[in-house]
């Protein structure tokens, strides 16, 4: 891996940079893969094996075959930089379909006769009858088209970030999340990845971003991928005793696919561990109970087996809880060393993925902390996401974020900045766009090959808060506060009830009372009024007590 | 120049009078060269630094005397005051322990690809999140005030903030924590400068201010925003760029010219530690040495160039790249064996050759400019030497964005009459509502961003049939 002097293995994946980057391909060189690079036929990449990275190939007018490509395959392909002005214009030129006077047949014969691509495109050129009439940037486009449409080339390219980036955003940019090259590039340089570090990756391109964090890491250091699930499976089973059939769902690790499109060898893979979020809170809670700690940890741990083992061992203890999880799981490590494994004479390439962390590599990784974060779950909100990873965070760790939206990730950066959990931070988008040059003919590209939008980027560095800012105990706080509350409720209510109690009392004691004093009014009142009525008939007497009277 | 920029800033700022010692602390550690360039300005820092020194119940009629008669207060000694003297003489003394741990670094097992710290201090601490006694750091004021500087025992910071003792950070401050100044200078100006810059933590009572800085571990990116400039350098943006066209990954070896502030030359080398290496050629004699005593101190020199021991480094030479071209005897890497170059040139097409010449097949070349005629030069360049596949010129800006809190008014219910301004005699303000308003926060784009910086040629280099 410390150079790049290497040749294809069998079951290699393979970018092909198709005609100057107007495709990219990635596939896997196996007997059977077939690639489609012209419109003609389907290409056997079979016998790309053993050829050195960085060759050009010039696949055959049928389409089916390809050999080595020579200087002039590469000259044909970039064109002449000579032509810088024009005398002529275009003025007589019409586009009726008849300029070419080689039949399709005819082309296609020369095709089946084995003609370089050179060659067809200079017998294009004699037999094109206005070709001689065009101004010499016409002409040269002219070749340039032809070129693309009759002889491709292609240059085999080992797969990195930058390639396979670009070929998923190009064909299907939803799988990356709409995760541009340059802000890929962005994230990793932002979070500071870098051999010896060790990242925090949360993403949903299907992993990308993991398969670059891991290509910048080279093996030094650690990294883990985490599924943003806070539920562990110890907290699923408490809650339905293994019922419920779908926990594996929410314990086992984000999506990895992209990762295999790297080649990654054994080592490079070896410091990286996948887990969900909730374990890592959790491992941090357990690991801030300092002492009791490592006793436990020897208890729990399977310790120094090497984490396949321990892995095997977590599962087995799965299936007697739970069936199906820790069988997927099983099955599914399995199938990526199998897909490699079926028979052959050549050296075959296995394909590693980041293994599930073990307890103890999980209390390892929360002890100092994470120093690089990168957050890539634009289906998530990035503060509660951020809230809740800050207690695994190093202080001083850097974080980049992205989002296909800007709001996100302005109301992350306020909520940070309240919390004071971070600074220096920036909130920017790129804009990136390529140029033709050519003399006397230099100028953007039309079409932004390169996307509208790579999205935002959030990026700043955490402050030592995050010492502090532990949401890991959460969930005890809360059941605390939660029974503190009900034992409140409960004395409340019996407070209540006692003075409700009381109260009653009172009231009946004073209703007694009352009565007894309106009687004792009554009589007084009725006493007063006969002496009234008898005192004078004068007075006013309201309508009320004469109705009442009445 | 960013610090002259700042002495500039210093210079209209005393004008306002009341900010003058203030702003004089602050510039106490400036540079040497700024010293030069500007001898009127360095008097009158270190006569403020010294008044600055002095304790907070000093007459303020004493300091104004001092100003005035700046060579005096050079070597005037402040009287009475023994704090003050401790601080001066612990600065110079931090000084000249700095240099001597310089010098004396040794190889040491890397902690980290760029490990910014001496070994010194490495043996301190067991606990990685701890500042170390020689470690860097970087020293965070607001987002477009910051310092890199090595902790020393006895060293002393300080800056519009108060005097921070940076003793007291090792070993007991963790990175990314705030650090409060042990003393600050007590004067109105100075306060209400700093409570408007938001750095200031204040007291109820009102007696005194602490002032405080964030201590952060430096990044490649925090480097690119505090190095002493040489040069025009590369930022984020362009450099994350560079590194992944260049697809780079550890253990790669790159070619890199010029070598200018080596803000590059930090992120490459990080791209591709530990085992790989990057060679960089400047032809400028002075900024090579003070780029190679960077790498020294950062702890990321190549010791070796020829021996391959599997731990990688920076190299730095000066050369005139575009005069004599890359070296290709092989002595400090064989022929043929470079996964990338990179060039920052007034004339990278004269290099093209020599480049061709250094990489490997299938490494990648990639020439930075900011004119697009120099672009135009050396695609013929590269065109001419016929290995070059995928040639593709790109230009990339980062657009920063802000956040305001922005109020907005909101439309009334018919009949509802919004209160005026004022209200003229014999109106009922009861008949009138308030105006209804919501707050939001918004992104905006910043005002300061980078219109250009440079386009970025890349190409790759391909192998034919024999």
């Known amino acids: ?550 | 120049m960013e610090t002259e920029q700042e002495l500039n800033q210093l210079l209209e700022e005393e004008e306002d009078g009341l900010e003058e010692e203030e702003d004089g602390v602050d510039e106490v550690l400036v540079e040497e060269e700024e010293n030069e360039d500007t001898g009127r300005v360095e008097n009158d820092v270190t006569s403020m630094d010294e008044d600055a020194l002095e304790e907070d119940e000093e007459a303020p009629t004493r300091k104004r005397k001092a100003e005035r008669d700046p060579p005096a207060a050079d070597q005037e000694k402040p009287q009475g005051d023994a704090e003050g003297s401790d601080l001066s003489n612990d600065e110079e003394g931090a000084e000249v322990i700095e240099e001597e741990e310089e010098e004396e670094e040794e190889a040491q097992v890397l902690a980290d690809a760029i490990p910014w710290r001496s070994s010194a201090g490495a043996a301190t601490s067991g606990v990685e999140s701890l500042v170390r006694d020689g470690d860097l750091v970087v020293v965070y004021e607001r987002h477009d005030r910051m310092k890199a500087l090595r902790v020393t025992k006895g060293g002393i910071l300080q800056n519009r903030y108060g005097v921070f003792d940076q003793g007291a950070w090792i070993d007991k401050l963790h990175f990314g924590s705030v650090a409060y100044a042990k003393q600050f200078p007590k004067k109105d100006g100075a306060k209400k400068e700093a409570s408007k810059r938001g750095g200031q933590r204040k007291r109820m009572n009102g007696s005194r201010q602490d002032g405080f800085v964030y201590v952060l571990r430096p990044t490649s990116e925090l480097w690119s925003l505090v190095l002493p400039h040489r040069t025009q350098i590369l930022y984020v943006a362009d450099i994350s760029t560079v590194v992944m066209h260049l697809r780079l990954r550890p253990g790669m070896r790159v070619v890199e010219s010029g070598t200018g502030s080596g803000s590059l030359t930090h992120a490459l080398y990080r791209a591709v530690a530990p085992s790989g290496s990057v060679f960089t050629f400047e032809y400028h004699g002075v900024r090579a040495d003070k780029a190679r005593e960077e790498f020294v101190d950062h702890g990321i020199d190549l010791k070796s160039a020829a021996a391959d021991s599997g731990k990688g480094g920076v190299w730095v030479e000066q050369r005139d790249i575009e005069q004599l071209g890359f070296p290709t005897d092989g002595e400090l890497y064989p022929e043929g064996s470079v996964d990338a170059v990179f060039l920052d040139l007034p004339g990278p097409w004269k290099a093209i050759p020599s480049a061709t010449k250094c990489l490997k097949v299938g490494g990648t070349l990639c020439s930075f400019s900011p004119c697009i005629e120099q672009v135009q030069k050396t695609l013929e360049a590269m065109n001419e030497e016929n290995v070059f596949y995928r040639m593709r010129t790109m230009e990339i800006l980062l657009r920063p964005y802000e956040l305001r809190t922005e109020k907005f008014n909101l439309m009334t219910e018919p009949g509802e009459l919004v209160a005026p301004r004022t209200f003229s005699a014999g109106k009922d303000p009861s008949r009138f509502v308030r105006q209804p308003s919501e707050s939001r926060l918004m992104a905006i784009p910043s005002e300061d961003m980078r219109g250009h910086t440079g386009y970025l040629t890349f190409a790759q280099k391909v192998k034919f049939d024999k």
């Open chain 1, 1 to 550: 891996m410390t150079t790049s002097e290497g040749v294809v293995c069998e079951g290699d994946h393979v970018v092909l940079d198709v005609n100057n980057g107007e495709r990219l391909v990635v596939t896997h060189v196996t007997r059977k893969t077939k690639v489609k690079l012209s419109k003609r036929g389907y290409l056997n990449v079979y016998p790309l094996l053993g050829h050195a990275y960085g060759t050009i190939f010039e696949v055959s007018a049928d389409g089916k075959h390809f050999k080595v490509g020579s200087k002039e395959t590469l000259s044909v392909l970039n064109g002449s930089f000579n032509t810088t002005k024009t005398e002529r214009n275009n003025a007589n030129l019409v586009d009726d379909g008849t300029a070419q006077k080689l039949s399709h047949e005819e082309i296609e014969k020369l095709k089946s006769e084995g003609i370089s691509g050179g060659d067809l495109i200079e017998k294009l050129v004699e037999n094109s009858a206005t070709f001689e009439g065009k101004t010499e940037f016409s002409q040269e486009k002219y070749k340039r088209k032809k070129q693309k449409k009759h002889c491709v080339a292609f240059v085999l390219c080992r797969p990195c970030s930058q390639l396979v980036c670009e070929a998923y955003f190009k064909k299907s940019p939803q799988r990356i999340c709409g995760l541009r090259v340059d802000t890929v590039s962005l994230l990793l340089s932002f979070a500071n990845v870098r051999a010896h570090g060790r990242t925090l990756v949360l993403e949903e391109s299907n992993g990308l971003v993991l398969g670059s964090v891991l290509e910048r890491m080279g093996g030094h250091g650690e990294v883990c991928a985490i599924s943003p699930y806070l539920d562990t499976k110890e907290k699923l089973l408490e809650v339905d005793g293994g019922a419920n059939k779908h926990h594996h769902v929410k314990t086992k690790g984000p999506s990895m696919e992209i990762v295999k499109y790297f080649n990654f060898e054994e080592e490079i893979i070896s410091g990286a561990t996948f887990a969900t979020m909730g374990e890592l809170i959790e491992a941090k809670a357990a690991e801030a109970k300092a002492g009791v700690e490592e006793e436990r940890a020897e208890g729990v741990g399977t310790s120094d087996r090497g984490s396949v083992e321990a892995d095997a061992e977590a599962n087995g203890k799965e299936v007697e809880s739970s069936e199906r999880p820790g069988k997927k799981q099983k099955r599914e490590n399995g199938t990526h060393g199998d897909n490699a494994a079926d028979g052959g004479e050549h050296q075959k390439r296995k394909f590693y993925f980041p293994r599930k962390a073990s307890r103890e590599q999980m209390v390892e990784l929360v002890r100092s902390g994470f120093s690089s974060l990168i957050l890539a779950a634009p289906s998530y909100s990035p503060e509660s996401l951020i809230d809740k990873l800050a207690c695994i965070l190093a202080p001083s760790a850097s974080f980049a974020i992205f989002s296909p939206w800007l709001q996100p990730l302005a109301d992350c950066r306020l909520f940070l900045h309240k919390a004071k959990l971070a600074v220096g931070m920036q909130l920017s988008e790129t804009f990136w766009r390529e140029h033709q040059v050519l003399p006397g003919r230099t100028h953007p590209h039309m079409n932004m090959i390169t996307g509208a939008t790579g999205g935002y980027i959030l990026a700043g560095t955490m402050t030592a808060e995050v010492l502090r800012h532990d949401r890991s105990s959460d969930c005890e706080k809360r059941a605390i506060e939660e029974a503190a509350e009900r034992a409140r409720e409960r004395q409340a209510e019996a407070q209540a009830e006692q003075k409700k109690k009381e109260q009653k009392e009172e009231e009946q004691k004073e209703e007694e009372q009352k009565e007894e004093e309106q009687k004792e009014e009554e009589q007084k009142e009725e006493e007063q009024k006969k002496d009234l009525e008898e005192v004078s008939d004068v007075s006013l007497p309201m309508p009320e007590e004469e109705a009442k009277e009445d």
